[in-house]
């Protein structure tokens, strides 16, 4: 004890407050707080501090990859000139862009602490977000009862305040100290992201695995059950793909065959998403394409004439104007161009929207570069981490129903009877959890950093140079390696 240093006596304290931060965020109390995000950046410091003798040079190179555009991005989207239209503070905006970067540094080092478990840290964010889902979900059976929407389809309006409302488009939330009624939309994400966790059981036994079978049954259960009763079907629909893609990472992962396929559908998907953009942002900006596909009903429904559509291209063409490069501008007039303020005030439905709104073309850029060397770190720890497979599935599965749902379901006006109560998407608690788990899931590029075999430790003078966890060996020496 008398050897150890300060760092190695107290890190516990750093895994703490990483693990009690993650059960605050995911039970959030359904809003925006700005304590979690400079909450986030001083658990950021401390836990790197706490990490840092367990950073090593390999470390470097994937993490400035993937840091670099989301630091860049997050400039934009926090100072951009969106959020003067609802009169954000420097404050507020200082604290937006401090808590995308403090999560993923927060993700980063709890990988390198070796009293840190990824089992706890499950735990914490599905018990965080089934708390959540359970307690506002028993609120809305007690105020509308169970399967509502289909009960009241028929008598769907109410009146409040003056205003017509629809019965079947809302749910109870616990938001703060008070119940407010919330899309389903939004509530619907929670219940999701909790729903989840049922993957991971693919990979569970009930009598060798007690207590991760029953958790992740509760959680998952949890989840499920508030998406059937209040019948949410693009949640049903995505948690039906989330786990498609377990099933292929459970029995199909080591198949060349179906590795290849998925490989060139990925491949002509991707090629497909290009086209589209490019065709979007051509359909807004040359009048003879935008033409041409007002002509083409099979064009015209995809570009034109779908409810993301009809908000995302005055938004698409909007973002093009150079007063509008680091977000939508306040500006309602300029030179002939009228400012298209119902679409920027109205709900798109899509998060790849909602990034263009907040911080412009240039920050939506940054954030697929993110996106993209995200997804190739992550198909690494997939590879190469040394976390149980259940804790790789469930985490994969969050990432792909959180980003599907939140391209179709995304809702930043959720507050049904204050419709002016912006939520924006960069700075939802939830995409500080995704932030995390990319943080997280960086495993340095030099696999002499990596120990695959969990051999026991030699003794070696030069032992007390050298650090152990479950993923990694790091070390001062470089002429040896230990495995």
């Known amino acids: 004890m008398a050897n150890k240093s300060f760092q190695e006596e107290y890190e516990s304290i750093g895994t703490f407050l990483i693990l009690e931060l993650l059960a605050l965020v995911c039970f959030g109390l359904g809003g925006v707080n700005l304590i979690f995000q400079y909450a986030g950046f001083i658990v950021a410091l401390i836990s790197t501090f706490f990490a840092f003798r367990n950073y090593s040079k390999d470390d470097l190179k994937p993490i400035l990859l ?273 400012l298209p303020t119902s679409s920027i005030l109205s709900v798109s439905g899509s998060f790849e929207v909602e990034v263009i709104k907040e911080g412009g073309i240039l920050a939506f850029l940054l954030f697929i570069a993110f996106a993209v060397l995200s997804v190739f770190s992550f198909g690494r720890y997939l590879k190469q981490g040394k976390d149980d497979e259940y804790i790789k599935v469930v985490f994969l599965s969050i990432l792909v129903g959180f980003t599907l749902y939140l391209s179709i379901c995304d809702d930043v006006f959720p507050i049904t009877h204050s419709p002016t109560s912006y939520y924006p998407f960069t700075q939802s608690l939830p995409f500080m959890i995704i932030i995390f788990i990319i943080g997280y899931t960086i495993l340095p590029m030099g696999k002499a950093e990596i120990n695959f075999k969990d051999a026991p430790k030699k003794e070696k003078p030069e032992d007390k140079k050298k650090y152990f966890d479950d993923d990694y060996s790091f070390s001062d020496v470089e002429e040896e390696e230990y495995v």
């Open 66 to 338: 993937i840091a670099a555009p989301l630091f860049l991005m997050s400039i934009f989207t926090s100072f951009g000139h969106f959020l003067d239209i609802f009169g954000y503070s420097v404050v507020t905006r200082l604290g937006a862009f401090l808590s995308l970067i403090s999560f993923l540094a927060i993700g980063l080092s709890a990988r390198r602490l070796k009293s840190f478990s990824a089992k706890n840290a499950l735990l914490c964010i599905g018990g965080g977000f089934a708390l959540i889902t359970l307690v506002s979900t028993i609120i809305t059976w007690s105020q509308y009862g169970m399967f509502y929407p289909l009960i009241y389809k028929n008598t769907p309006s109410y009146y409040y305040d003056g205003n017509l409302y629809s019965i079947t488009n809302e749910m109870s939330w616990l938001n703060g100290f008070k119940v407010v009624e919330v899309s389903q939309n939004y509530g619907g994400l929670f219940g999701l992201l909790c729903a989840c966790a049922l993957t991971g059981l693919l990979f569970l036994k009930p009598k060798e695995n007690k207590v991760a079978f029953t958790s992740l049954s509760v959680i998952g259960g949890i989840g499920l059950i508030s998406i059937i009763s209040i019948p949410n079907f693009y949640a049903l629909v995505f948690l039906a793909i989330t786990f498609a893609v377990a099933c292929y990472y459970r029995f199909l992962r080591n198949n060349s065959l179906a590795n290849k396929i998925l490989h060139y559908a990925v491949l002509v998907a991707a090629g497909i998403a290009v086209i589209m953009f490019l065709f979007a942002i051509l359909n807004v900006s040359v009048p003879g394409v935008a033409e041409a596909i007002a002509n083409a009903s099979f064009l015209n429904r995809i570009f034109n004439a779908n409810r993301i559509m009809i908000v995302a291209n005055p938004i698409l063409e909007a973002s093009l104007k150079p007063f509008n490069l680091f977000g939508i501008n306040t500006v309602t007039y300029y030179e002939g161009y009228i």
